[in-house]
């Protein structure tokens, strides 16, 4: 049997628990969720500049998803699984311009030999505890959170593994913290440790995280959280976001900060020698013993108009500090908790300055329930560039079109397209992309 057979049979089978163990746990069985989704992914990425390779990839993403109730009593006790699988339809070759080497593909891990894997897959296996109203989960951890967010903008979703609390005693008040230890990428089934950036050759295996979420009324929203990678960066982050009701439609408020700083080994030019250090540091030179620390002082604001169908959207986003906004990155595929973070580009680079304009209309308003489509625009500058006068550049452009079926035997079958430019001046690397992405999903419910 091979391993992504096993996976799914392992799921299946917490799914389908004996009958044995119902009478003991009426609500961990009554209470159960389970569900498989369904992904099918096309991605073209046309690179026009540099010596990178383009990618044209298709593929079919299974995502079997077993959710448990607790047991009853005043300790409740439950169990959650999450079988994944990616299998290849088409790839195209990856060897860069120059034909010197291969490159991790966008969709699928690779062969030894370069070539994309017919098929890649992992299960995770979370156990919880729950006392009251708060909840204890020790296992895959899918956090969506300011200070750590997992990806999922391929075929299948990025996993972490560790430890979380989640406490909800107080009423409008939400307590997190937890541990992260090891991740598995979105194109990956091997776990792989933890870095402050791709280009850090050495790792770390305990990321810190906690927080709270207060809630004032129904249209206030205070969040605080703490992010510690060990040996790399300690992160604070500061976030409003309010809704105001007025004449015509409503206005949301969406404020955020972040205050990242070396920490442990990062904050000495001898651990950062050793290769405890981030990228994107474009504001220090080669031989500055600075560079590679973390730095940075990320600030937003953006304010969207809704009314009707219509929900119309101004934004500044400014990073002060010598290094990109500090983030958990192991590889290919890294989120953040940002408003300038498109479908390409971060926005995230020493000095940058991002002005964000957005438009998008739900179409139920027309009568046509479903369909929607956005727009995003956004345009930087001030970027440092070390050694140079010059500030670069760089702007990007997104659309995204989608539609859900809303009643039938294909209700909740969905369908997107999904197109972004970017285009970079006066950077040491540009980068200058045109991307398409198509996709059909659909979530089965199983239990």
Do not use: C
């Amino acid at each position: 049997m091979n391993k992504s057979t096993l996976a799914l049979a392992i799921v299946a089978g917490i799914v389908g628990l004996p009958s044995v163990q119902q009478a003991s746990a009426a609500g961990f069985i009554e209470d159960s969720k389970a569900s498989l989704g369904l992904r099918n992914f096309y991605f073209n990425q046309d690179v026009r500049s540099a010596d990178v390779p383009s990618f044209k990839e298709w593929g079919q993403g299974f995502t079997l998803n077993y959710q448990s109730g607790f047991t009853q009593g005043t300790v409740g006790v439950g169990v959650d699984a999450i079988g994944l699988l990616g299998v290849k339809l088409d790839s195209g070759s990856r060897v860069n311009k120059a034909g010197r080497s291969r490159t991790p593909g966008q969709l699928f891990p690779l062969e030894s030999d370069g070539s994309a894997v017919d098929e890649f897959s992992h299960l995770g296996l979370t156990g919880k505890l729950k006392v009251s109203k708060t909840e204890a989960r020790l296992g895959t951890l899918q956090p969506r959170l300011p200070v750590v967010v997992y990806n999922d903008g391929r075929l299948l979703p990025q996993t972490f593994e560790g430890g979380q609390i989640t406490s909800n005693e107080i009423d409008n008040l939400t307590l997190i913290g937890g541990q992260l230890e090891h991740t598995t990428l979105r194109a990956s089934s091997d776990r792989q440790s933890l870095k402050a950036h791709v280009s850090a050759t050495e790792d770390s295996n305990k990321f810190y995280y906690g927080g709270a979420d207060y809630r004032i009324g129904k249209n206030l929203l205070l969040q605080y959280y703490y992010g510690n990678l060990k040996e790399f960066y300690q992160q604070h982050f500061l976030g409003l976001t309010h809704t105001q009701a007025l004449p015509l439609g409503s206005l949301v408020t969406d404020l955020r900060y972040f205050d990242s700083r070396s920490d442990g080994k990062n904050a000495s030019a001898a651990g950062r020698a050793e290769g405890y250090k981030v990228g994107g540091d474009l504001a220090r030179a080669a031989g500055d013993p600075d560079k590679g620390e973390v730095d940075s002082r990320l600030w937003s604001a953006q304010f969207t108009w809704k009314v009707g169908g219509h929900a119309l959207g101004l934004g500044y986003q400014e990073n002060n500090g010598d290094s990109e906004l500090a983030r958990l990155h192991s590889g290919p595929g890294v989120s953040d908790y940002t408003i300038g973070g498109r479908f390409i580009g971060s926005f995230i680079r020493p000095d940058e300055r991002t002005w964000i304009g957005s438009y998008s209309y739900d179409f139920a308003a027309l009568g046509v329930p479903g369909l929607s489509a956005a727009l995003i625009y956004n345009k930087a500058d001030n970027i440092a560039i070390a050694g140079s006068r010059r500030e670069g550049s760089e702007w990007e452009r997104d659309l995204r079109l989608g539609y859900v079926v809303q009643s039938g035997a294909l209700k909740g079958l969905g369908f997107a397209w999904l197109n972004g430019s970017l285009r970079s001046s006066d950077l040491p690397v540009q980068t200058n992309v045109d991307e398409n992405r198509l996709l059909v999903s659909y979530s089965l419910p199983l239990l």
